[in-house]
């Protein structure tokens, strides 16, 4: 059950925050994340996502424990796990992007709508497989369980609007260096007040 309520001015604040305080590894964590996943054909997407959640979980909780950008390669230790998730939310924008290469003027469009549509679901999974200890099967279990619920419109909300904020950095050269880790910092931001976080006595960050 989500424990707070998620304020969406709050947790973009919080987000922010982090890039601010910590740009360097977070710009270095963005390159290198972007990197493997477009390298990998999205074979290691799941991976780099993993780790720069970890890795803004750390800083959001305050402690202290300052991490390091080889923290994001800690995403490996789930890497079966997400793995299967992002797969399963692949298959769809792999259809349309083969559609984009037979009928560019109708595939383009519905391939960035889908992939901005299914990265609130996607990054959720993510989060509780890596926040939640969950496997990708629970995961997918206890987002749609929310859904149904009601519990998880907020949350999923929340990750759409990371999501556009993740993708507008498509639109610019080597933009997701920047958005990738921002929209990451957002979403463990909303974790944290949602749910609680394994770091820092499960309590949300506080801005100054």
Do not use: H
Not at 4 to 32: A, H, P, S, Y
Not at 64 to 75: L, M, T
């Amino acid at each position: 059950m989500v424990s707070r309520t998620i304020d969406i001015g709050t947790e973009f604040k919080r987000g922010w925050k982090v890039m601010q305080d910590n740009l360097g590894l977070m710009l270095l964590t963005g390159l290198i994340g972007t990197a493997l996943a477009g390298t990998t054909c999205g074979v290691l997407q799941g991976p780099m996502l993993a780790g720069v959640l970890l890795i803004c979980q750390r800083l959001l909780a305050g402690t202290g424990d300052q991490p390091e950008v080889a923290d994001i390669f800690k995403g490996f230790d789930y890497f079966l796990q997400v793995f299967i998730c992002c797969v399963i939310f692949q298959i769809l924008p792999f259809f349309l992007l083969c559609l984009c290469l037979l009928v560019p003027p109708l595939g383009v469009p519905l391939l960035m709508i889908v992939s901005v549509a299914t990265f609130p679901l996607l990054i959720w999974c993510l989060m509780f497989i890596v926040f939640g200890k969950l496997s990708a099967l629970d995961a997918f279990k206890r987002v749609f369980e929310g859904l149904s619920s009601g519990e998880m419109v907020r949350p999923l909300l929340m990750g759409l609007l990371a999501g556009i904020v993740y993708s507008a950095g498509n639109a610019l050269c080597f933009g997701t260096i920047f958005t990738l880790p921002f929209a990451c910092a957002i979403m463990a931001s909303t974790y944290a007040t949602a749910y609680g976080s394994a770091v820092g006595a499960g309590r949300p960050p506080t801005l100054p």
